[in-house]
T-cell receptor, first 115, second 114 residues
Framework: AQSVTQLDSQVPVFEEAPVELRCNYSSSVSVYLFWYVQYPNQGLQLLLKYLSGSTLVKGINGFEAEFNKSQTSFHLRKPSVHISDTAEYFCAVTHLFNQGGKLIFGQGTELSVKP | DTEVTQTPKHLVMGMTNKKSLKCEQHMGHRAMYWYKQKAKKPPELMFVYSYEKLSINESVPSRFSPECPNSSLLNLHLHALQPEDSALYLC?????????????FGPGTRLTVT
């Protein structure tokens, strides 16, 4: 069985500061990893995904994440955040043999960017 | 067009009412999903349709009844709901039902059961 742990439920940060949202997973097989963002009163939007290949993945809105197999981590980073990045961020995992593409979500991290 | 649309945006219903949620996509995707999301929680998978056939039912109570009339449409029929069913209901679609396919989410229907 897989699981996902997002290590911080809330991350407050000042505008233009760097940010890292942490995600650890557990799985006995190779995984696919995703980061989604949910703005208030909206659905989820895919930020980036790791399927295979380069462990550094670049996504939309200036976000990137690094897959670390030995640490079983997939942390999300942005070098300089904006007020508009205030949102809930979900890390999710699935694997090759997962029927129906079922995603296992972490509990979410609320990013709050202050002026 | 990478949009998944959902109607209505908001729905208030009594416990004896029957209502339906609608989801539509025109991306040619062959898998569609219903999720339930409570406040400050991640989405919980309810149903998956693959090629218009129900492939996953996550032990959802029978008061929720999904329907996939064609490859672009997904409905969720609601009957005799409980107040604890109040939540944001999200629809998603993906190119296929394999794990590597990203899911595109709609904006959701905010359901309140009174």
């Amino acid at each position: 069985a897989q699981s996902v742990t997002q290590l911080d439920s809330q991350v407050p940060v000042f505008e233009e500061a760097p940010v890292e949202l942490r995600c650890n997973y557990s799985s006995s097989v190779s995984v696919y990893l995703f980061w989604y963002v949910q703005y208030p009163n909206q659905g989820l939007q895919l930020l980036l995904k790791y399927l295979s290949g380069s462990t550094l993945v670049k996504g939309i809105n200036g976000f990137e994440a690094e897959f670390n197999k030995s640490q079983t981590s997939f942390h999300l980073r942005k070098p300089s955040v904006h007020i508009s990045d205030t949102a809930e961020y979900f890390c999710a995992v699935t694997h090759l043999f997962n029927q129906g593409g079922k995603l296992i979500f972490g509990q979410g991290t609320e990013l709050s960017v202050k002026p | 067009d990478t949009e998944v649309t959902q109607t209505p945006k908001h729905l208030v219903m009594g416990m004896t009412n029957k209502k339906s949620l609608k989801c539509e996509q025109h991306m040619g995707h062959r898998a569609m999903y219903w999720y339930k999301q409570k406040a400050k929680k991640p989405p919980e998978l309810m149903f998956v349709y693959s090629y218009e056939k129900l492939s996953i039912n996550e032990s959802v109570p029978s008061r929720f009844s999904p329907e996939c009339p064609n490859s672009s449409l997904l409905n969720l029929h609601l009957h005799a709901l409980q107040p604890e069913d109040s939540a944001l209901y999200l629809c998603a679609s993906s190119q296929g039902h394999g794990s590597s396919y990203e899911q595109y989410f709609g904006p959701g229907t905010r359901l309140t059961v009174t």
